[in-house]
């Protein structure tokens, strides 16, 4: 079992950043598979962008490949999505999840463990 815990969310200005990190609770954390999703009003959750268990590898949506980075800290059970050059279109609550086996990541439907989501809104 494992309790995923996202904070830093907030309200920030087209073209600022923000970090989100997500805490995650249990021993075998380094096993895991991690990804962040996110959902806007009306649309169905997406898949943003994953790391792999060794944090050796990470994939990354179109959308956001060159302003977002996912980075893991095994010692401390976290992973973090930095996120730069925002824009409005980012506005979503954003979603942590856990993937024990190596399904398909770039679905949610491959991720086992879910936060509650942490809200980001950018204003233009």
């Known amino acids: 079992q494992v309790q995923l815990v996202e904070s830093g969310g907030g309200l920030v200005q087209a073209g600022g950043s923000l970090r989100l990190s997500c805490a995650a609770s249990g021993r075998t954390f380094s096993r895991y598979n991690m990804g962040w999703f996110r959902q806007a009003p009306g649309k169905e959750r997406e898949f943003v962008v994953t790391?792999?268990?060794?944090?050796?590898?990470?994939y990354s949506t179109d959308s956001v490949k060159g302003r977002f980075t996912i980075s893991r800290d095994n010692a401390k059970n976290t992973v973090y999505l930095q996120m730069r050059s925002l824009k409005p279109e980012d506005t979503a609550v954003y979603y942590c999840?856990?993937?024990?086996?190596?399904?398909?990541?770039?679905?949610?439907?491959?991720?086992?463990?879910w936060g509650q989501g942490t809200q980001v809104t950018v204003s233009s």
């Open positions: 790391i792999r268990w060794s944090g050796g590898s990470t």
């Open positions: 999840a856990a993937a024990y086996g190596s399904g398909n990541l770039y679905s949610k439907m491959g991720y086992d463990y």
